[in-house]
């Protein structure tokens, strides 16, 4: 009982903004991005990676992690990884390409049909981890390889190769490929370009063009899927039935949560992100390889893990998880304008993940009380 009278309830406790603020699963990432960018100011600041062109760079390569990125991030907060992305990746690009330079139908059709049985194979995967009660892990591992078997098969068999090239050609006048494969924003840059504020080409085809001339589709689906996807997980009930079927499956069936309907489409949709990757990269390129998306899994949990996420489910953020990718662009990016040899890259990489990950864990459990 209070001095005036009015009962207070102990088992309520307020929790202070910096209390709130230290134990956000991004945190790590935000102290990791903020650790970079600082790094690469100091040490490439004057190499152009900062200008228009280097930043369109990095954004870009940014953008291809954090599309496959947003969908783990979601996957891993039910509780569950997919190990079969990378091979998705070029499975997807290669079924693109069969369909519309081999069979020559329309780049439309072979888009739609890739997307269709990218999330059916997506489903499968969901639906034999709920019904076996297997762990992800295995399951996914195995359609790693058969993936990857067929996506080097199909080509081999029907084109006696595993790159196949004219897609660009294919895609003209299209309707879907500028969706994946265009840019948006060119007049913008261009007025950028007038206003002496963006440099321009000066010698070549393309002379007294901007530099920039637009911001590719890739990196609008990846901010459109991190913005979509941060607000179906805070803001809605499904997000907090994801949380709920990765932090305690049975508990969650208890009070009428969808626990298997949820996780099998955080696998379709982890699989819709890999297809979305895989028709950007078509597009971009112009050709499908049978190695497109090695290793790539492995970089979407990396960054997820960078983004704050536990490894055993319902806990997790979207938000983090795109920091983590921005963190692998810029990295991977600046070490080439610092002049620094690439392959130091995965070590670099390395040593952020360690830091963020024991950062995460050291002030979780300062805050919380955990031993």
Known sequence: MSSMGVAVDERIKETSKLRKALIRPELGAIVGTIAVFSFFIIFAGDSGMFN??????????????????????????????????????????????????????PVWIAILLTFVLCTAVGALNGIIVVRTGLPSFIVTLAFLFI????????????ERRTIIGGISERAEGDWLAPLFGGKIGGGFFNWLADMELIGVFTRGTRMGEPIVNGIPMLIVWALGLMVVAHIVLTRTQFGNWIFAAGGDAQAARYVGVPVNRVKIQMFMFTAFCACVFATCQVMEFGSAGADRGLLKEFEAIIAVVIGGALLTGGYGSVIGAALGALIFGVVQQGLFFAGVESSLFRVFLGVILLFAVILNTYIRRIITGER
Do not use: H, K, Y
Request: proline share 2%.
């Open 52 to 105: 228009a062109q280097g930043v369109l760079n990095w954004s870009t390569v940014s953008a291809q992690f954090m599309i496959i990125a947003v969908g783990a991030c979601m996957l891993m907060i039910a509780g569950e990884f997919d190990l079969s992305v990378g091979s998705m990746i070029g499975f997807a690009g290669m079924s693109i390409a069969l369909i519309s330079v081999t069979l020559q139908w």
């Open 147 to 158: 993936l990857r078997g067929f996506t080097i098969f199909f080509p081999q068999l029907i």
